[in-house]
């Protein structure tokens, strides 16, 4: 499967941005699907994440209540949908799928997906 990224720009901090991911090449079917950041000099981060099969959420502390992640069936198609970013949002978005429903445990490990879209920069001035 190949994702593709989208979504990304410059926005004013209290601002909403919403980022999509793309599946072509197959459906998401009982994959997990995530969104991960990386910021200059960081290593890259969980955001959140959805199981396609019963679309169960999760996010990380810092995000949970300003973003929701969703998924759009017939589009084949990963939402992040941002509000109230803050300067310390800025960074790269990447999505990334697993093969695997990922239980709880593992979710948030990024060395659980598979596939890997190319990333949208996300800037967010003060």
């Known amino acids: 499967v190949q994702l593709q990224a989208s979504g990304g720009g410059l926005v004013q901090a209290g601002g909403s941005l919403r980022l999509s991911c793309a599946a072509t090449?197959?459906?998401?079917?009982?994959?997990?699907v995530g969104w991960f950041r990386q910021s200059p000099g960081k290593e890259r981060e969980f955001v959140a994440a959805?199981?396609?099969?019963?679309?169960?959420?999760y996010y990380a502390d810092s995000v949970k209540g300003r973003f929701t992640i969703s998924g759009d069936n017939a589009k084949n198609t990963v939402l992040l949908q941002m509000n109230s970013l803050k300067p310390e949002d800025t960074a790269v978005y990447y999505c990334?799928?697993?093969?695997?429903?990922?239980?709880?445990?593992?979710?948030?490990?990024?060395?659980?997906?598979?596939?890997w879209g190319q990333g949208t920069q996300v800037t967010v001035s003060s």
């Open positions: 959805i199981r396609w099969s019963g679309r169960s959420t």
């Open positions: 090449g197959r459906t998401f079917g009982a994959y997990t």
């Open positions: 990334a799928a697993s093969r695997r429903s990922l239980i709880a445990g593992v979710i948030r490990d990024l060395n659980e997906y598979n596939y």
